[in-house]
């Protein structure tokens, strides 16, 4: 028995193995394959949705990957590096070009409005775009949804109009503050997409936030215990899995890349194509079941 008023020592904050496993000596690889995806179905493009709190990094998750496959900084979304609100507006289908210009690679994201208490976008909106009704540069209107006869409503949707993958960004350091009603918006969300079949994923961003030894090595990431519960609670929170959860690390301040931010970064976009992929030939199984009626 110890001395009256002798202290437990702290647990670690980090774990003797990593609770996930990444290969991080294979982003060659990795890019390769994301570069070399297309879709088995003739024609088609793999839609991403990104949604999320303000400034979750939902934008800069798509210059990220921008970045990645160009080898340098790159800013096709515009961010705004404060918390004032939300600073994407409108619905915006951003491409990531192949080396070839005026090419590009059969996979798109959509940034949207991001969720907050007040003026964020509105959960009848996402619900929408996951249908495909949702024209390129509409601008989200906290006070009223989108409705049938808008010139931004889009009647007559086409297989590439409609969401492929749902994924939820949400901020590490700040995941913990989220408020019952966002959460709620958010788990809506997803049972809109579970409704359609829609696969959900969901990325972890500013990691390099939560402790200065993650700033400097992020290779220990998976070993992190903080960064494993906050996974393990948004979880629970909104049901996504736990292996659809991934921890990723925006470029925000570097002027230069990092192969273990790369990693990362490839490491959920290969996950979210994998699962759109899936999903893609899943609907196209069951239209032929069905001869053509879906």
Request: proline share 5%; glycine share 6%; aromatic share 8%.
């Amino acid at each position: 028995m110890g001395s009256k008023g002798s202290k437990s020592p702290e647990p670690s904050p980090f774990l003797d193995t990593p609770w996930r496993e990444i290969n991080w000596n294979d982003k060659q690889s990795a890019l390769q394959y994301v570069k070399n995806y297309k879709p088995h179905i003739e024609g088609r493009q793999l839609r991403i949705l990104l949604h999320g709190p303000v400034g979750a990094g939902k934008s800069s998750f798509i210059n990220s990957v921008k970045s990645v496959f160009r080898g340098r900084m790159c800013a096709l979304a515009l961010v705004d590096n404060t918390s004032a609100g939300c600073f994407t507006n409108t619905y915006t289908t951003y491409k990531i070009e192949k080396e070839t210009p005026n090419t590009f690679h059969p996979f798109v994201f959509n940034d949207i409005m991001g969720l907050t208490e007040g003026k964020g976008v509105l959960v009848d909106d996402v619900k929408l775009a996951l249908k495909g009704h949702v024209k390129e540069n509409y601008k989200f209107n906290p006070e009223s949804k989108l409705s049938e006869g808008d010139q931004f409503y889009n009647t007559t949707v086409n297989p590439n109009d409609t969401v492929d993958v749902l994924v939820c960004v949400i901020p590490a350091d700040t995941a913990r503050l989220m408020t019952d009603k966002t959460l709620r918006k958010i788990r809506e969300i997803r049972t809109a997409a579970s409704r359609l079949g829609i696969p959900q994923v969901a990325i972890l961003t500013k990691i390099d936030q939560t402790c200065p030894e993650i700033k400097e090595d992020l290779k220990i990431v998976y070993k992190s215990a903080y960064v494993k519960e906050e996974i393990e609670q948004f979880s629970v929170n909104v049901g996504i899995p736990m292996n659809c959860i991934f921890p990723v690390k925006n470029y925000s301040e570097e002027i230069d890349l990092n192969d273990d931010t790369d990693s990362l970064i490839l490491s959920a976009l290969k996950h979210i194509i994998n699962f759109g992929e899936d999903f893609m030939n899943h609907k196209m199984n069951q239209a032929e079941g069905s001869h053509g009626y879906a």
